[in-house]
């Protein structure tokens, strides 16, 4: 048992695992790497318009708003029975996270579900954490957008609102979970989703895209600070719903150029998001490299 972790017993792993942990974590890093080797050129092109200092306050920014995931998905973890100190709960999801850049949308799940076993949570609440922060991220990225773009513009993302509220209801995500287990043969969650644990972990959503918004204005402040957490909750929630594209690429570039259309010409607008790219890419891996040497450290 950790120093850090009371309460938590991490078993022994096999050689096996760790090597086949190690695999994953070379090849999400190479595709992390790759997804900014193969837009260099442009990449190049983006960050030459942005003052360093601006562009360390941006992965600053970026390095928060990841943060405000992981304090979401832990909410949502805890509230369904496996409450994990900070730390831990760090390795398990930033690390896992790295999945998000290889093809497929199961591998992050898949990590965080192996990580978690190995700090005693079962895996079919992993997998429900897991799926709880789709809805959640999008509910709360579509009014953010709602209350900072404009209605009259956007106003068409209120069609969503209803169906994503009922998602968020804990006696239907209950339900749904319930079902999903049954089918599976697998044991029910031993401690349902709570109304305080939805709300919750909604508000550290906000505070994500909050800090998302301000990375973007750091590297294009041309439409004031609320124009940026709008453009960007939108342009992300689109990629969210793009399950084959790994993290979202491309999908989301193309809708931040859009919407970056009122305050930014075209060429402007195609570097502000490949520049927005790849900082979250550099923060996702400093996020990951941290929580790899704390685990090292630890031997979590």
């Not at 405000?68 to 100190?85: C, H, Y």
């Not at 995500?173 to 319930?178: D, L, P, Q, R």
Request: aromatic fraction near 8%; include cysteine.
């Amino acid at each position: 048992m950790s120093d850090d972790t009371p309460g938590v017993v991490a078993p022994r792993r096999s050689p096996v695992r760790r090597l086949v942990r190690a695999g994953f974590l070379l090849v999400a890093l190479g595709f992390g790497g790759w997804a900014i080797a193969s837009q260099w050129d442009a990449v190049v092109a983006g960050f030459a318009r942005l003052d360093p200092p601006m562009l360390v306050a941006s992965l600053g920014a970026v390095v928060a708003a990841l943060l405000g995931a992981m304090l979401t998905w832990r909410t949502l973890l805890a509230d369904l029975g496996s409450p994990l100190p900070f730390r831990p709960a760090a390795k398990v999801f930033f690390v896992g996270q790295l999945g998000k850049y290889i093809p497929g949308a199961v591998w992050p799940m898949i990590a965080q579900m192996e990580m978690g076993r190995d700090l005693g949570v079962p895996r079919s609440r992993s997998a429900a954490a897991f799926f709880l922060m789709m809805p959640v991220q999008l509910a709360s990225g579509l009014l953010v957008t709602l209350g900072t773009l404009g209605w009259n513009r956007y106003g068409w993302l209120l069609l969503f609102i209803p169906v994503l509220l009922v998602l968020l209801e804990p006696k239907v995500i209950n339900g749904v979970i319930g079902y999903g287990l049954r089918r599976l043969k697998r044991e029910p969650l031993e401690r349902p989703l709570t109304r305080r644990g939805m709300l919750t972990a909604l508000g550290w959503a906000v505070a994500g895209w909050a800090c998302y918004g301000l990375h973007l204005y750091f590297v294009a402040p041309e439409g004031g600070l609320l124009f940026a957490i709008g453009a960007f909750a939108l342009s992300w929630c689109l990629g969210i719903l793009t399950f084959v594209v790994p993290a979202g690429a491309g999908v989301r570039e193309v809708a931040m150029v859009a919407v970056l259309a009122p305050v930014l010409d075209r060429g402007s607008a195609i570097a502000v998001a490949l520049a927005s790219r790849v900082v979250i890419v550099i923060g996702d891996l400093i996020c990951a490299g941290l929580a790899g040497i704390a685990a090292r450290r630890d031997s979590v």
